[in-house]
């Protein structure tokens, strides 16, 4: 029905950079928001960031300042610019959208793959 695609995780110095892309593709009416999580080894799966149909953002307070959200609506696509790593940003990185399938008025959450950031001298 809805695919969330990641791309961009990998390995990465600590005090590194990296983006992490999500495109959404199926059968899409509308999208309102969309985000990304991240579960650590042993650990329960956080928010990183989420942004709204309009641009409104919110992040978890261990990135705030560090990581930028950001979305193409036209493309259906969020991005995450992570800056200044950390080790303990080590994490699968799942992406999340509220999603308006042409099969229904409701929303539903789809969720990526997850995508593996590793954060490692």
């Known amino acids: 029905q809805v695919q969330l695609v990641e791309s961009g995780g990998g390995l990465v110095q600590p005090g590194g950079s990296l983006g992490l892309s999500c495109a959404a593709s199926?059968?899409?009416?509308?999208?309102?928001?969309m985000g990304w999580y991240r579960q650590a080894p042993g650990k329960q799966r956080e928010l990183v960031a989420r942004?709204?149909?309009?641009?409104?953002?919110n992040y978890g307070d261990s990135v705030k300042g560090r990581f930028t959200i950001s979305r193409d609506n036209a493309e259906n696509t969020v991005y995450l610019q992570m800056n200044s790593l950390k080790p303990e940003d080590t994490a699968v990185y799942y992406c999340?959208?509220?999603?308006?399938?042409?099969?229904?008025?409701?929303?539903?959450?789809?969720w990526g793959q997850g995508t593996l950031v590793t954060v490692s001298s």
């Open positions: 199926g059968s899409i009416f509308s999208i309102n928001a």
């Open positions: 999340n959208a509220a999603v308006q399938t042409i099969h229904s008025p409701y929303y539903l959450e789809f």
């Open positions: 942004i709204t149909g309009g641009g409104r953002t």
